[in-house]
């Protein structure tokens, strides 16, 4: 593997370099936050590929200079299976002073923000959301999906935004030195905080750290949650995101063990059966055949495995079948037990080293095994399209008392397209005679 993520380290150095080069040459505003957005992502996967690299060798060396087997650690200690992670509908508070919001006053700031979410070496971003005092909260609705995490997976989630200067020529001064990064700028914008990222040394728009925070199992659930965010910014955040962290477990969404087994003991039309078994998630599926688990058809029989299922091997007993399995489950007040047989000695252990791994992966995933969740997948991802303009005619303008009238006049000569304003097409039908 690490000729591939070596490979990964190199595709990302090229692309740093091209959108440095891309940096330099952009003349639309649009294209510099794409740019530098796509800076950000190239300097944050270059850092956790060299991180994951540096993680690899120092593991190859322990390995290598274990002079025992003892000193390398335990040779068959069990680990968990992976799976997947999805966080959707990612939801940012925010809150504004009543003066602001309710009364549009105050100074006009307005930002593109995005959220950059990383789960060891694999790093994801959002679409990028135009901000100021007209929202309420930042949205990301689109699903972000990790597909190798384990149970003791740290899920970064980080929002960066850089500043933009309003159309107004007094308002925008202390956007536009947020933006530049000069003395006027608060802290963590540019002006004082350091930077989390190597920023490039080119002119154009510079994306910082305003808020983060950190998912882990604990906060995975079938539903929305909130949980807590660090930040410090001028952006009034409220302190906190929603959003829908998921799981997968590889052994609840896909099969861990599958073979013939026979049913020693339950009902008298079942006594003797050889069934096709498939565990996985919190069931024992026997199906007659493979064609009918390959079909998705109603199994013949479920038997379910959970963290109170007992299993245990009944070849040592005296009047134990041999290579045989007993599967205990209580169904209300009563006991009910399986008992399956193998058609070897091998392929019994096989299925009982499978059930021990399972219930270890139940384990260690919680309440993730409890049942399958829901995993959204997320759609096509679309090329980056200019920023939606958001608010009124008169947040667009932010015009200060001291501009003259020509500012106004061309700031709707731009908003007309570049024709001069003039009479509205309608004012023609009340000329003239009735």
Not at 309 to 323: A, K, L, M
């Amino acid at each position: 593997q690490e000729p591939e993520m070596q490979r990964k380290l190199e595709r990302e150095l090229r692309l740093r370099e091209g959108a440095l080069k891309l940096l330099g040459a952009c003349s639309r505003p649009e294209q510099a936050l794409e740019a530098a957005k796509g800076l950000l992502l190239c300097n944050a996967r270059v850092l956790a590929y060299m991180a994951e690299l540096q993680r690899r060798k120092e593991a190859q060396v322990l390995r290598r200079t274990a002079r025992r087997p003892s000193d390398a650690g335990p040779m068959d200690e069990r680990l968990p299976c992976r799976g997947t992670v999805c966080v959707s509908d990612l939801r940012i508070p925010l809150m504004w002073k009543d003066t602001e919001y309710f009364r549009n006053k105050g100074e006009l700031h307005r930002c593109a923000v995005f959220c950059l979410l990383q789960l060891g070496a694999e790093i994801h971003d959002t679409p990028m959301v135009l901000v100021d005092r007209t929202l309420t909260d930042i949205c990301f609705e689109s699903p972000i999906l990790f597909s190798e995490a384990g149970p003791d997976f740290e899920l970064k989630v980080e929002l960066y935004s850089a500043g933009l200067a309003s159309l107004g020529r007094s308002s925008g001064k202390r956007v536009r030195a947020a933006m530049d990064g000069g003395p006027g700028s608060p802290p963590g914008n540019g002006g004082t905080g350091p930077l989390l990222l190597p920023a490039p040394n080119v002119p154009g728009p510079k994306f910082h750290l305003l808020a983060h925070a950190v998912l882990s199992l604990a906060e995975v659930q079938d539903g929305f949650s909130t949980h807590d965010q660090e930040s410090s910014c001028w952006v009034p955040l409220y302190g906190s995101m929603c959003c829908r962290l998921a799981a997968q477990p590889r052994c609840m969404s896909a099969p861990v063990s599958t073979g013939f087994l026979q049913l020693q003991q339950g009902s008298e039309a079942q006594s003797g059966t050889r069934l096709y078994c498939v565990l996985r998630g919190t069931d024992l599926l026997c199906y007659r055949g493979p064609d009918e688990a390959e079909a998705g058809l109603e199994p013949a029989l479920t038997i379910a495995i959970n963290k109170e299922t007992r299993i245990r091997s009944t070849e040592r007993e005296g009047r134990g079948q041999p290579h045989g399995m007993a599967v205990t489950n209580r169904y209300g007040g009563e006991e009910v037990t399986h008992t399956l047989v193998a058609e070897s000695r091998a392929e019994a252990q096989r299925w009982m080293e499978a059930f021990w791994q399972h219930f270890y992966d139940m384990s260690q995933w919680k309440q993730c095994c409890e049942e399958l969740m829901r995993i959204e997948v997320p759609p096509p991802r679309r090329p980056p399209a200019m920023l939606p303009r958001q608010g009124s005619l008169y947040h667009e303008m932010a015009i200060d008392p001291s501009d003259d009238i020509e500012a106004v006049t061309d700031i709707l000569t731009r908003r007309a397209g570049g024709r001069e304003p003039g009479p509205p097409p309608w004012l023609s039908l009340f000329e003239g005679a009735p």
